[in-house]
């Protein structure tokens, strides 16, 4: 609003009645103007200002107002920006329209109700009465304010123990005998002579002592110095043990202590152990013939398989080896790394019994002669012989080495060879579980072990030394060291189904084929190569015509050769995430084969 002023009239003289004059507000006092404050206890007022003039028409109404401070209903309901500064001496009252001074809080009481406020949402209000204010929000809802309401009464409900005073002893002195009597507990007195006393020996020497206590003396002494001795030469026998196998860095320490092998369990996962016949789940099926003898090759011709034709899951981890039951070929055996052997069905493509007996994975398995058995040797320095049909171990076996490769002997179902890590090739009788020969040539582990000549009648095995030895059996004494500057260590050997030759997965990424009778010389014009195999110990396995070989390689390829010619002839993606580890070729059906990898997956080609 604008000044107004009343007009000038020609006649100076005459006098106007008074008009009331409205000022145009200053903005800086509206700006400055107080905010309303909650600490009144009546409704807001507005302030009404008079003007400067005086009211001479009080009765009509002549004054006029002027309105300095209009708040709008944002400005009302906006929350308080700190205590408003008032007149300490007023006091307070409770009258509408009339405000109460400011309550003052030392700083003590004022740093609990703030500590009190944020660490419990409560604290009494700044006020006379003492109120108690309760803030929900930020945090604080209404179950963590029940929360801390219930952990502030157990805190003052927790009772306050005292420091236990020490017990006075019952019997002070000699005096007390008198109030205890004999059954009173000792004195001071007697023990002290008691802790104190000397011992007969203290007394009167070794010959004192009457002859029981000088024979029983004698006998704890020597007991300590035989224990001391035992303990010597186990000492010794570790640290020879740790240095035999100081280079081998996936070896674990020897097991020198008495551990025993985990409790082995089976179960049986077919329909029925027994048909209505009482034929047992092992029986092959109707129709099935055998292979009895040598093969005719001229009759038996095979083919390179063409496809995945089936896959058996049911290992946790990789498969390392597998095995088919012997002459018939019906049943696969499998050994996994997750310390289980499994025996499949090859007519009913499912897992017939599954076998858990090691705590470790299982680096090989082997039937016996009629698949009644077969033994698993595994990474915790155990070999099982398991009953194939129940699943009952009949027998373990240890030397505290790993075991890597074992073969039972063509010519006894009760003997068995196993190469290990310490270097050594040991004989055990499956009748008693005693080493009954020990082959104790080789510089380093033993890998492969086969029979050759007669049915067996010589042994052959390979090492990560590079060389490979020819034994008679149970001679100790090799009678043929194979040994060339060219040679690489040989982790798996097959023999030909002609027993002519055999074969060695050589770590230079070939085979090469040695003459299985006479002088054992290597065939240096026939090798097979095209496979990456380095690092891996790669099964190789035979048609049984011989007309083809087969190998896995390290990147999960399948491989197949011919025989005569040396020649690649098919090639397959067998399995993922790891090499081809073990394949074997059906003896009967002519172009069925199985391979597995540590995928965990048995395929059937």
């Known amino acids: 609003m604008d000044l107004i002023e009343g007009p000038d009239t020609e006649d100076e003289n005459e006098q106007d009645p008074p008009v009331a004059c409205v000022k145009r507000a200053d903005r800086r006092f509206l700006n400055s103007a107080a905010q309303p404050s909650l600490l009144t206890k009546s409704s807001l007022a507005l302030e ?227 048909d209505y016949k009482g034929n047992s789940w092992m029986a092959p099926p109707v129709g099935l013939g055998s292979v009895t003898g040598e093969v005719d090759m001229d009759h038996h011709k095979c083919y390179v398989p063409k496809k995945c034709v089936h896959r058996f899951t049911g290992h946790n981890k990789g498969v390392h080896r597998i095995r088919l039951f012997p002459k018939t070929g019906h049943l696969l055996l499998s050994a996994g790394l997750d310390g289980k052997c499994k025996v499949w069905s090859i007519k009913d493509r499912q897992v017939m019994r599954t076998y858990v007996g090691h705590s470790a994975a299982v680096r090989d398995v082997q039937f016996n002669l009629d698949g009644t058995k077969f033994v698993s040797c595994s990474f915790d320095r155990y070999l099982r012989l398991w009953n194939t049909e129940s699943g009952e171990v009949l027998q373990t076996f240890t030397n505290r080495k790993v075991p890597y490769v074992v073969k039972f002997y063509p010519h006894d179902d009760n003997l068995f060879v196993v190469g290990c890590s310490d270097s050594k090739i040991v004989t055990y009788d499956s009748t008693t579980g005693d080493i009954t020969q020990e082959y104790n040539h080789h510089l380093a582990p033993v890998n492969a072990i086969i029979f050759v000549e007669d049915n067996g009648t010589k042994m052959i095995t390979s090492s990560d030394d590079k060389k490979i030895l020819v034994w008679e059996w149970d001679i100790g004494v090799p009678i043929k060291y194979i040994s060339d500057p060219t040679m690489h260590s040989m982790p798996v050997m097959t023999l030909h189904p002609s027993s002519q030759f055999f074969v060695g997965q050589s770590l230079d990424n070939q085979i090469a084929v040695f003459q299985a009778q006479n002088r054992f010389v290597m065939q240096r014009k026939k090798r097979f190569a095209g496979h990456q195999v380095s690092g891996y110990a790669c099964d190789i396995a035979f048609s049984p015509d011989g007309q083809f070989i087969m190998s896995g390689d390290g990147n999960g390829k399948l491989f197949f050769w011919e025989w005569k010619r040396s020649k690649i002839l098919q090639k397959y993606k067998a399995h993922d995430k790891g090499p081809t580890i073990g394949c074997v070729w059906h003896p009967l059906q002519p172009s069925v084969v199985f391979t597995c990898g540590w995928d965990g997956v048995i395929k059937m080609w």
Do not use: C
């Open 48 to 274: 009404v200002y008079k003007n400067g003039l005086e009211k001479k028409n009080a009765s009509s109404g002549g004054g006029a107002l002027v309105l300095m401070n209009n708040p709008t209903k944002n400005v009302l309901y906006q929350p308080v920006q700190g205590p408003q500064l008032m007149d300490p001496k007023r006091q307070s009252t409770d009258k509408p329209g009339e405000t109460e001074a400011n309550v003052a809080f030392d700083e003590t009481t004022f740093s609990e109700q703030r500590n009190s406020f944020q660490r419990t949402g409560r604290a009494l209000a700044p006020s006379s009465t003492g109120e108690t204010v309760t803030r929900t929000t930020l945090g604080y809802d209404n179950r963590r304010l029940e929360y801390f309401a219930k952990e502030s009464e157990k805190h003052n409900k927790r009772p306050r123990f005292e420091k236990l005073k020490e017990k006075e002893p019952l019997v002070l002195g000699e005096d007390d005998d008198i109030q205890f009597g004999i059954w009173g507990p000792p004195t001071r007195e007697e023990k002290w002579h008691e802790n104190n006393a000397l011992s007969d020996v203290a007394r009167g020497g070794i010959e004192s002592l009457a002859p029981e206590q000088l024979a029983e003396r004698e006998y704890i002494k020597e007991r300590n110095r035989q224990k001391g001795l035992e303990e010597e030469n186990q000492s010794q026998e570790q640290d020879i043990d740790r240095l035999v196998e100081r280079k081998m860095a996936h070896l674990l320490p020897p097991k020198l202590e008495a551990e025993k092998p985990i409790e082995s369990s089976t179960k049986f996962h077919g329909k029925e152990e027994f």
